[in-house]
């Protein structure tokens, strides 16, 4: 299996952090996490039952957003009557001693049931975001809270104990459950990640008391709290990256923050000593995503069309219901292959590069991919193959069709935040984004106007006027020129240069100093 190396660049800034993960130095997925940002994914809101509707088997449920909460019947739980009494016994504060270890469980409710047997509108309830607000919904909660940890995922009211499917040794699987067997608290259960396999029973265990208090934080706050009220924030979304995707492969993480390098670093040293030297401080003046080439990277990846190396090219459409990809070949034809093995070559390249798309920008629901045509089932099956191959490096939940005979495949990917969507078309600097620009014939006025301010205003000296090209040469057409005639009117020489980087209409004023002025 082919090692992939991995970095992080995290730019950290007064707006929030920005985290950009690299597979091989190459972009693969773009987080941004606003400072304040509300109704993150994990978070845990004490909610009031708005609603309850029947005909959904769903409730609407306020947790202080413009739009009501979504909570579906199949996302209570099958623990929620515990849950409901629980918060009910914590928010009265009769029983300061609280514990979920020795609390009386409910029976589970009925998977085929009604909300309406289990919700009443204006109850109060405990639930946690499974998706953030996108688009115009609101977000979509679950009353099945869950802490995930480094190892583990700690479940209230819940008694089971799973192994992550990718830890294949069945004796290994066995050890996990009879170690968390051994150290788990009452009605509580447990998932054990891929990343516990082989891991010693005080690293689960310190990893299971940190989740647990959690849980104990929350049983305090609902004491006496009304709702809509946010009870306890997921850890933020650097920390969280870092506790799912950091592993072996890792070989570099750059921020350009000092107090969140040393965070990072504490954090590493705690699961990964050996790997502490990873972390760099990025203290040079250039900003440290143009240092990696992430800018670049950003501008070269987003937009509605994204172009590979070889020339195939990829035109991106978003519409409500779903995304449509276009595969275009563009001039990549190879005049010693027929026209099966160039769309063949074309769609396994392309097939890289959609997967990459999707986890960079982090799209979901439901996509749908338009290769180019092949007729021999051989190569789709390798199409599909590669496509499957590439996206079992995404964490999202996602499904894949193999190509139809139309040569469509289509994805469903799970979606749990808006759409990662960076604006890379740049104000246009002569119209300044309205379309039009101000009359060519008024340019020279307008510069004898900013001529007369510097030099009488503000006693410039030596002045230098860039400007375009042709515009230089207008400026400087015939013996009794405007050059000429502003010495005279001025009586101060103006030194006028031709820049081609200008755009037509663009002109600068320089000091003796060589320092621009600010117009």
């Known amino acids: 299996m082919t090692v992939v190396n991995k970095e992080l660049i995290i730019n950290s800034t007064p707006q929030g952090v920005e985290i950009a993960l690299l597979e091989d130095k190459l ?31 769903a409730a609407f449920v306020d947790v202080g957003y413009g739009k009501d909460a979504f909570l579906h019947y199949l996302d209570l739980g099958p623990q929620v009557q515990s849950l409901l009494k629980y918060v009910k016994t914590a928010q009265s504060g009769r029983n300061p001693n609280l514990s979920i270890g020795d609390f009386p469980m409910e029976a589970d409710i009925q998977k085929s ?13 405990l639930i946690q975001i499974a998706k953030e607000p996108i688009s115009t919904k609101g977000p979509r909660v679950t009353s099945e809270i869950a802490f995930a940890g480094r190892y583990l995922v700690l479940m209230p009211f819940s008694d089971k104990i799973s192994v992550s499917q990718k830890i294949k040794s069945q004796e290994e699987r066995n050890r996990l459950k009879r170690l968390i067997t051994s150290i788990k608290p009452k009605n509580c259960g447990i998932i054990i990640r891929t990343v516990a396999e082989n ?34 924030g997921e850890i933020d979304r650097t920390s969280a990256i870092l506790r799912d995707v950091l592993n072996e492969s890792f070989n570099q993480i750059t921020v350009n923050d000092g107090i969140l390098y040393e965070e990072i670093r504490s954090y590493i040293q705690k699961i990964f000593p050996d790997k502490v030297h990873i972390v760099k401080h990025h203290t040079a003046k250039t900003p440290v995503f143009e240092a990696h080439g992430v800018d670049k990277m950003i501008k070269s990846s987003f937009g509605k069309e994204v172009t590979i190396k070889s020339g195939t090219y ?16 563009g001039h990549r034809v190879k005049a010693d292959n027929n026209q099966e093995t160039n ?27 338009d290769f180019i045509d092949m007729n021999q089932g051989v190569n789709r099956r390798k199409l599909f193959d590669r496509l499957r191959d590439e996206m079992k490096k995404d964490r999202a939940k996602h499904s894949i069709l193999p190509p139809s005979k139309f040569g469509l495949v289509q994805i469903t990917r799970q979606r749990v935040r808006p759409e990662m969507n960076v604006q890379i078309l740049e104000k246009c600097p002569a119209c300044d984004g309205t379309g039009q620009i101000k009359p060519s014939l008024l340019l020279t006025d307008e510069i004898e106007n900013n001529i007369s301010y510097l030099l009488q205003e503000q006693n410039e000296k030596d002045l230098t006027l860039s400007v375009h090209p042709f515009v230089y ?36 004023f320089y000091n003796a100093q060589g320092d621009e002025i600010k117009m």
Do not use: C
């Open 27 to 57: 972009l693969v997925e773009l987080n941004k996490e606003k400072i304040n940002n509300e109704f993150g994914v994990g978070d845990i809101y004490l909610g009031k039952v708005r609603k309850v509707m029947p005909g959904l088997n």
């Open 113 to 125: 049931g009604k909300i309406s047997g289990v919700l009443k509108p204006n109850q109060n309830v």
């Open 199 to 232: 891991k010693l029973v005080a690293d689960l265990d310190q990893d299971l008391r940190t989740l647990y208090k959690r849980w104990e934080v929350i049983t305090q706050k609902l004491n006496g709290a009304t709702p809509p009220m946010k009870i306890i």
């Open 314 to 329: 990829l035109i991106i459409e978003h519409t409500e219901a779903l995304h449509v990809i276009d595969i275009n070949s």
């Open 343 to 369: 769309a063949l070559e074309v769609n396994l390249e392309a097939a890289t590069e959609v997967a990459r798309q999707l986890r960079l920008r982090d799209m979901g629901g439901i996509i749908v991919v």
């Open 473 to 508: 040469a207008f400026i400087k057409q015939g013996i009794f020129n405007l050059q000429w005639k502003w010495r005279r009117k001025f009586n101060q020489k103006i030194k006028v240069t031709s820049q081609n980087a200008n755009h037509f209409m663009e002109y600068h």
